[in-house]
């Protein structure tokens, strides 16, 4: 799923890129001859202000030796809309069409202005009906993200959302035969997604990040568990309802990427009262990566590296 259909790449190589309020990532993936993921190069640049991300984004990719690329700008979820509707079995321009009327006064914005796609989830092992999204965003919007990825000498390839950049990265992990999921802690809260035969069922945005974890890592040890608790509680419900609406068993793992910081009690809490396997997430096993690359510094490129992921022919 994404706004743009992706052009060919040259020499199998994919930029993804993810502006966040706090900078910029840009990385670059090269597929392997035997598909295998090899992380070329992964970049930050901070930046103080939106109009500084332009400048940000072509520093970095001068920095790098992928000019004329092929480029994946994946959205931060503050800049989009992703909502669930009941569409009828139409063909997919009129299902889109459909879509806009239903959404109408739901943006927060004209419907007008709104670039619109849709996508659907089969419940697993089941019969029954599609559940259908759509994602809206606004044209003016999309096209400053190709004006960026032009800007830097970069060729716009496609424009994904968050749900599908973690969904590329669950997909790396086809060893866990019963789906995997990951949960990405940020600084100002989380993203956990369901991944199972590279179908995302599910991602829920969890309002604990790691600036409420870190100021009690050391010492004030009830305050890290109630905000664990309440992480815990999210994806125990996050597991339920994938398994009530869309039949789906236990995922095989849960994989935790933290960021800013390591906390060892985070991982061990989840696993004890989680009744799934969880495990810090790690892309050495599954890509090939830079000799001087530490994972607790690729998790703040995670976005970016799942955007450069993407397969999608359009």
């Not at 909502?83 to 079995?89: G, N, S, T």
């Not at 919007?141 to 190709?146: A, G, K, S, T």
């Not at 396997?277 to 607790?296: I, K, T």
Request: hydrophobic share 40%; net charge negative.
């Amino acid at each position: 799923m994404g706004f743009f259909g992706k052009k060919n790449k040259r020499d199998g190589r994919l930029v993804g890129l993810c502006q966040m309020a706090t900078g910029s990532s840009l990385v670059c993936v090269r597929r392997g001859k035997e598909g295998r993921p090899i992380l070329l190069s992964a970049v930050w640049e901070p930046v103080s202000s939106e109009s500084g991300q332009v400048d940000a984004i072509r520093t970095l990719a001068r920095q790098q030796p992928f000019q004329e690329a092929s480029a994946v700008s994946v959205l931060t979820p503050n800049v989009y809309q992703l909502m669930q509707l009941e569409l009828a079995d139409l063909p997919i321009e009129e299902r889109r069409e459909a879509a806009r009327w239903q959404i109408r006064e739901l943006l927060d914005f004209p419907v007008a202005e709104a670039v619109v796609d849709i996508f659907s989830v089969s419940p697993f092992g089941s019969d029954k009906k599609p559940l259908t999204y759509v994602v809206a965003a606004r044209k003016t919007m999309l096209r400053e993200r190709v004006e960026s990825l032009q800007q830097a000498d970069l060729r716009p390839a496609a424009i994904d959302v968050p749900e599908f950049a973690l969904r590329n990265l669950a997909e790396l992990f086809q060893q866990d035969e019963r789906g995997t999921a990951i949960l990405y802690l940020q600084e100002q809260g989380g993203m956990l997604t369901v991944v199972r035969d590279g179908i995302q069922y599910l991602t829920r945005y969890l309002g604990v990040g790691m600036d409420d974890l870190i100021p009690h890592a050391d010492g004030s040890y009830e305050m890290l568990i109630e905000q664990l608790d309440a992480i815990v509680l999210e994806i125990q419900r996050t597991f339920d309802y994938c398994e009530s609406t869309f039949h789906l068993p236990m995922v095989s793992r849960l994989l935790v990427a933290q960021t800013q910081r390591e906390i060892p009690a985070v991982t061990t809490y989840l696993n004890d009262y989680l009744s799934t396997s969880v495990e810090p997430f790690s892309l050495a096993d599954v890509m090939d990566l830079p000799e001087v690359a530490e994972q607790l510094d690729l998790n703040r490129h995670l976005l970016a590296i799942g955007g450069a992921l993407r397969q999608e022919q359009g």
